[in-house]
């Protein structure tokens, strides 16, 4: 960490680690600090203890505040894994493990939940795994998102955010849940405020704790691939950020939101705005069943990314596609396969490349804005030839992202609780 001191915190909460960004008043990043956790191989279900989390971040707090660099700080914003569900008492103790995002359960209950009136393109998967929780290990506290705990702990409110709270079926569109579930669950359903507003401020006790001043500010935060969205440097109509990590995750900046659960598209508030989004399971998975990172590195230099795609693949890990195909049974298409593994790879980049392109067209199709630019980030963002042959595929400009980090855009929702940003708040 330099020697100048932090005014705004972001706090990234993933599956195998916490990163924590500090922003100086301009802007620009301090530090990044992290830290990791073990995580158990997942086989079908998916739980953690989230007292780990709380170790994780509560160690690197004491760390950053011993020696005074955080005495500054305005205000925190937390982003976490969006889908994962826990419940808390009213002193904020964990019942029981938390379901992270991709756990099965809760199958049975989004069912039910489907017969309720909601919008059909409601996203409700947190929705069901909290309900799978109340009917299966009677669990009835406060029903929270990872972000939402750590606003809960530090500041005693039951606030979510509009980006965290849409996979439990709220409107990001009318800002509100929808009648059908306040008369179903109540006052157990969180307020709601969209990202960037200001909440309240830390308890005193954890200032003094991690050597924070009085009156910190807890801005409601969101997703981390939204709080990715806010890194990034996308800022206009016609934005696309495409994360190019595990999966393929595609966002587009869009005066319009649009909603599609036949392809797997749905909008989350971005400010005035919203973030037409959809995310593949095509993407570094299914490039590393094949190639390490320094095949792939290697192989590139002997691609020519101005070459067409003549081999028409479909890259998938395993079987199931979410985006821009709904389609659980589909297995990968890799056939023919040549002899020669750079021209197998360039048809593995080239499929990815032609599924992204699919995908913002079909935000374009369902009403969203025309895409202007890409910006990218995630480990195949760095990748020179694999962006010339995205550019290609898109007919657009392809840069790497201004940041890439999570925690980075988490900081700088932080930063604009502080100010009259377009993030006013929405209620129940």
Sequence with gaps: MTDRNARTLGIDVGTSGLRIAALGPDGDCLCL????WPVAPVETTHEQDPSGWWQAFDALMQTLGADGRLREVRAIAFAGTSGTVLTVNEDGTPEGPALMYDDPRGQKQRVALRQLDIDPDAQIDALAR???????RGQHGRPVSQADWFVYR???KHVSDSNNALKWGFDPVAECWPTALTERFGNALPSVQRAGTPIGPLHDDWCRRWSLPGEVQMAAGTTDSMAALWASGANNEGDGVTSLGSTLALKLISDQPVADAASGVYSHRFGERFAVSGA????????????????????SRDIDPERPDTLGYWPLAGRGERFPVVAPNMGPRLTPRPADPAAFLAGLLRGIARIEAIGYRRFAELGGSP????????????NAVFRAIRARALGVPVTVAEHTEAAVGAARLAEHSLHDAPTTGTTR
């Design 130 to 136: 909290w309900r799978w929780l109340v009917e299966a």
């Design 33 to 36: 600090e992290k830290a990791d």
């Design 371 to 382: 895409l202007r630019r890409v910006l990218s980030s995630g480990g195949g963002a760095q």
């Design 280 to 299: 593949s399971n095509t993407g570094g998975r299914a490039l590393a069943a094949h190639f390490s990172a320094d095949e792939i590195e290697r192989l």
């Design 154 to 156: 530090l500041a005693g």
